[in-house]
């Protein structure tokens, strides 16, 4: 069936040329050198003259002898994808499975190395993000209109320095809002947006940043989002194909969030923010047995305040965070009718966050860090006999860290410890278990950028609220997850000062996985109908390449490319499996491509994605056999300035050849469509 995904790959629309030049690219990435993801080029083009095009790389240091692999878009890259929320823009990582339920206002979530959703940490400008929904984090609910950047680091962000929940994740993607800058004399500075596309999507966004004072600044940013979600898509039971419309796909939503920065005296920082979203949508259901219509309702509304500190000394550097998070839930589904009328089921969870982190600095080379995290959360519902669960988690942590130019050696160990009541249970569960970490980097030789790279970690993972206790979700039965990571990679990177080629940066891993007690989610006629399971032990095997290059072809003419491939094997080997087949929804082969074309004022992008064949269910038989896709990606924007201010406008195509698919069998993705972005910066 692997050939079969790599003819799908091979019809994919390129020319020959093309495909030639990927294949090779691929194979050299493979066996040579790979991608430091975590560096991008940051290029600079002067658009009021013709002046020679600066390029120059973002680089930190210490992330270019990263011990983990990392992955960063940021800045104009960050811009020019044809992204609407943050969940499009990660599809073009390595490594990762997007979880598309399809059209604009469909649940978004994202397993990294088939470790599952739960285990990777999303963080809001160094906070933790916690949602009611499933347990997970629903990247499409964040906009890329107030981000600076989006980083993906697997098994943990590359410092000591960090929270306790940062080091006990599988993996993390950190989501760093803009910051206010001004110019010199300027208290003020607004950006405002407009979208509109396919599929009725209106899309208002508006940014005020102001500087109170030479030490504080404040920003305001909203957003409005509206569509209808109508979208033709194809049919088939086998006997007859035909063309309906996606229905009870709409969404209405609101976003607002409002911050204040700021430094003190002793060049301390500090920070807070106040977020809030709230959104009525449509779940539209699976298309099964000829049934495309269905009912069901979803009402949510987040809000969050949360403040950091940091202060950074020669010796000794402390960072703290505190959230108070308060989350609302509401499903309705007119198809179920209880003693009480139709089903409509009201969940509430809160959650208090604190956080500690002390860096302690020994000498040049040696440092240690302890950090210590509580959490308490509470899960309420208006349903009968509900459990009412509440857990208090503490995570404490401690590492050190060996530096020098060449070589970079990590070492932690996390514990967890957590206690849990409910009102349906009498005896509280009380679980704990520590969890060790050992990360390297070195550099062979000095007058070269190639560095190797690896890591073993383990995880703990506790089964969420979601998972236990949600009507139509919930197991209590379920077990905690135990894993382990094992990780071995390479990276090169090279900056040329003449020629075409300008910047060649490789990223190779290979990884394997083990998973005792995998928690896995199998949606069923609706998005809230799961079956959550234990399924014993899964083994992942897997290797990631990652290559970007970035060309200066003539005068102004810049150019960008970046490739990257995914092999992963995740099997069930639990005792009793069906035939060690690979888990639901985990393709053998995926990866993607893009380009971008920068010319003065002008970018012409391109982005092509692919994901390989799957399976729907435990069994890798034909019948729950899901059918390899790929989507092909265009824009072009202009950004002239008029009268002092700088405009943008975009223009994009999405899934150009119009492929009608799904990411989640039976939940058919949008073909064709358009978008048309305006925004002035004031």
């Known amino acids: 069936m692997e050939l079969l995904e790599l003819n799908a790959f091979w019809r994919g629309g390129f020319s020959l040329r093309f495909k030639l030049a990927v294949a090779f690219g ?22 009021h003259q013709l002046q020679p095009v600066e390029i120059k790389a973002e680089v930190n240091a210490f992330q270019a002898a990263s011990p983990t692999p990392a992955q960063v878009l940021k800045g104009p890259a960050l811009q020019r994808l044809n992204s609407l929320s943050v969940a499009d823009a990660i599809r073009y990582f390595s490594g990762i499975q997007l979880k598309d339920y399809g059209g604009v206002g469909g649940l978004k979530t994202v397993d990294i190395r088939s470790l599952g959703s739960s285990q990777v940490a999303v963080f ?87 500087k109170l004072s030479d030490r504080v600044a404040g920003s305001i ?90 202060l950074n000394g020669k010796v000794y550097s402390l960072m703290l965070h505190a959230k108070y998070a308060d989350d609302y839930l509401r499903y309705l589904d007119p198809e179920i009718v209880t003693l009480n009328g139709l089903s409509d089921s009201r969940y509430h969870q809160k959650e208090a966050y604190s956080s500690a982190a002390n860096l302690f600095r020994i000498n040049s080379f040696w440092t240690a860090s302890a950090s210590a995290d509580y959490q308490r959360n509470t899960l309420r519902a208006n349903i009968y006999r509900f459990a009412y669960p509440t857990r208090n988690t503490w995570l404490t942590a401690l590492a050190t860290q060996l530096y020098w130019p ?17 009102e349906a249970f009498d005896a509280a569960k009380r679980m704990h278990k520590y969890t060790p970490a050992l990360l390297l ?45 094992y990780d071995a ?18 990223q190779y891993d290979a990884y394997y996985n083990q998973v005792n007690n995998k928690i896995l989610a199998v949606p069923g006629q609706n998005l809230r109908r799961w079956v959550m399971e234990n399924i014993g032990r899964v083994h992942i095997k897997g290797m990631e390449t990652n290559a970007q290059l970035t060309w200066l072809l003539h005068g102004t003419l810049l150019l960008n490319t970046a490739l990257s491939y995914t092999y992963q ?90 492929q009608y698919y799904d990411v989640i069998s039976n939940f058919p993705m949008p073909g064709r469509n358009y978008r048309l972005k305006f925004s002035i910066n004031i």
């Open 406 to 422: 060449r070589f970079t050696l990590q070492a932690t160990v996390v514990g967890t410890l957590s206690n849990e009541t409910t």
């Open 441 to 485: 980097s070195w550099q062979p030789f000095a007058t070269s950028a190639f560095r190797l790279r690896g890591f073993y970690k383990s995880l703990y993972r506790l089964p969420t609220f979601n998972e236990l206790y949600y009507t139509f979700v919930g197991s209590a039965d379920l077990q905690p997850e135990f894993s382990r990571q």
């Open 26 to 47: 691929l194979l050299t990435a493979g066996y040579a050198l790979p991608v430091c993801a975590q560096i991008k080029l940051g290029d600079t083009i002067r658009t």
């Open 489 to 506: 990679g390479l990276t090169y990177q090279k900056y040329l000062n003449q020629g075409a080629l300008r910047q060649i940066s490789i």
């Open 124 to 210: 809001y400008d160094g906070v933790q993000l916690g949602n009611a929904q499933n347990g997970q984090v629903d990247l499409g609910k964040f906009s890329l209109d107030n981000l600076s950047s989006v980083e993906l680091y697997n098994a943990q962000k590359s410092t000591i320095f960090q929270p306790a929940r940062g080091l006990a994740a599988g993996s993390a993607i950190y989501l760093n809002a803009r910051q206010p800058e001004f110019a010199s004399g300027v208290s003020n500075s607004f950006k405002a947006g407009f979208r509109t596309g396919s599929f009725g999507l209106l899309n208002p966004t508006f940014l005020w940043q102001h």
């Open 569 to 658: 094997q995740a099997r069930d080997v639990s005792e009793g499996s069906f035939g060690n087949g690979q888990i639901p929804y985990t393709p053998v082969h995926s990866g993607s491509a893009r380009a971008g074309l920068l010319w003065q004022q002008w970018s012409f992008n391109y982005s092509y994605i692919y994901t390989g064949q799957r399976y729907s269910q435990k069994a890798n038989i034909p019948e729950n056999y899901v059918a390899p896709w790929y989507t092909h990606d265009a824009s072009v924007i202009w950004q002239p300035v008029y009268h002092g201010y700088q405009l943008s406008i975009a223009a994009e195509v999405n899934n150009l050849l119009n």
């Open 221 to 310: 940013n909203t957003e409005f989002m509206q569509a209808n979600g109508r979208y033709k898509f194809r049919y088939t039971n086998g006997i007859y194909d035909t063309t309906a419309i996606r229905s009870n796909s709409d969404i209405q939503a609101f976003r607002v969030e409002a911050g204040l920065q700021g430094r003190l005296r002793d060049s301390s920082t500090w920070d807070v923010k106040v977020y809030h979203y709230n959104s009525e949508r449509g779940l539209p259901g699976a298309v099964v047995a000829n049934k495309f219509d269905y009912t069901q309702r979803e009402w949510d509304r987040n809000t969050f305040l949360q403040s950091s500190y940091r």
